[in-house]
């Protein structure tokens, strides 16, 4: 016989606690669109006087003047976790000099000539807790 499963519930924290979430982290997944078809790819990112910069194996002219960026924790087993969503306007990392600190600073993967460097700014934070019921 099967146990029922835990009860879970997710809540929503604040943009403040979501963005001390994010900056805790390192690893994520650009989302935007392409040619009506939306497009996930892996990311690494540092979030810096109030910027999000992120290394992707995105081609940079793919990289639309608006995207997502999400993150995430999730303990599958005990049910817990976090995620957190930012949206906003990006731009490509061009300054050679700046490019070199966050190449150096932000391992990341590359897909052929595809390894791009941008920031996000953040016009749109969501974040929420997952988490077990309390009895």
């Known amino acids: 016989m099967s146990t029922p499963p835990a009860d879970l519930r997710i809540v929503e924290v604040s943009g403040a606690e979501a963005l001390w979430l994010l900056e805790g982290s390192s ?5 935007y669109t392409q040619r009506d078809l939306t497009v996930v790819r892996p990311a690494r990112h540092v979030w810096e006087y109030g910027r999000l910069v992120i290394r992707t194996p995105a081609p940079a002219a ?14 599958p087993v005990a049910g817990t ?4 969503t930012v949206s906003g306007p990006t731009e490509v990392i061009t300054d050679p000099d700046e490019a070199a600190h966050y190449r150096r600073t932000l391992s990341g993967w590359s897909h052929g000539p595809h390894d791009t460097l941008l920031r996000l700014h953040p016009k749109t934070v969501a974040g929420f807790r997952l988490a077990r019921a309390e009895a």
Do not use: F
């Open 81 to 84: 976790g976090w995620t957190v």
């Open 27 to 31: 690893l994520g997944r650009l989302v």
């Open 62 to 75: 793919a990289v639309p003047a608006t995207a997502t960026y999400q993150v995430d924790e999730i303990r």
